[in-house]
Nanobody, 120 residues
């Protein structure tokens, strides 16, 4: 399984970026897909999630500014980030998770991370 994240970069406050995460070696449609971020000196935190049936959830800090989506035909998950703030500066990681049946084993995979820097 490989998760290849891209789309990071440097923007000014109020700008936008669109992150992509292309998956391979897995049945993409079966997985819940998540975006995490980790700022220097801070814990990795869940930013946005989209389930295999496209239910979405966001951390409060990004609600109304970020949108997660997926394209199962392209095995790709996206994170549209608008109205970016300096506090959004972090390395962003994509994550794939599913629970197998009937063993109920949790499978989780991580991408390599992409840097997002927002300057004031």
């Amino acid at each position: 399984v490989q998760l290849q994240a891209s789309g990071g970069g440097s923007v000014q406050t109020g700008g936008s970026l669109r992150l992509s995460c292309a998956a391979s070696g897995m049945i993409f449609s079966l997985y819940d897909m998540n975006w995490y971020r980790q700022a220097p000196g801070k814990r990795r935190e869940l930013v946005a999630a989209i389930t295999s049936v496209t239910n979405t959830n966001y951390t409060d800090a990004v609600k109304g500014r970020f949108t997660i989506s997926r394209d199962n035909a392209k095995n790709t998950v996206f994170l549209q980030m608008d109205s970016l703030k300096p506090d959004d500066t972090a390395v962003y990681y994509c994550n794939a998770e599913r629970m197998t049946v009937p063993t109920m084993t949790r499978l989780t995979y991580w991408g390599q991370g992409t840097q997002v820097t927002v300057s004031s």
